[in-house]
Nanobody, 116 residues
Framework: QVQLVESGGGLVQAGGSLRLSCAVS????????MDWYRQAPGKQPELVAT???????NYADSVKGRFTISRANANNTVYLQMNSLKPEDTAVYYC??????????WGQGTQVTVSS
């Protein structure tokens, strides 16, 4: 019942910026929070940022001060603004929706590559 589609990834030089988008669609559900995860090659997924239905945000220490998560309710879209990108930010970034009863949905991911 929930579909998530990420977009906005690509190649960028260190110090540059990207804005990722996640379009949420479907029916018959409510969302408690939206998350951005990332997974680098050979590593476990890492929770990058969270925004609750009440607008409370939280960030991983590695991205605090550089990334901002936000939501556009009218378009059912969540964003991740990424500034001052570093090579270690290179990963596949996933949008995830937290539904009631601990049910999560993930999108297909979008690749972010930061070159030095």
């Amino acid at each position: 019942q929930v579909q998530l589609v990420e977009s906005g990834g690509g190649l960028v030089q260190a110090g540059g910026s990207l804005r990722l988008s996640c379009a949420v669609s479907g029916s018959g559900f409510s969302i408690n929070a939206m998350d951005w995860y990332r997974q680098a090659p050979g590593k476990q997924p890492e929770l990058v940022a969270t925004i609750t239905s009440g607008g409370i945000t939280n960030y991983a220490d590695s991205v605090k001060g550089r990334f901002t998560i936000s939501r556009a309710n009218a378009n059912n879209t969540v964003y991740l603004q990424m500034n001052s990108l570093k090579p270690e930010d290179t990963a596949v970034y996933y949008c995830a929706a937290e539904l009631p009863d601990l049910i999560d949905y993930w999108g297909q991911g979008t690749q972010v590559t930061v070159s030095s």
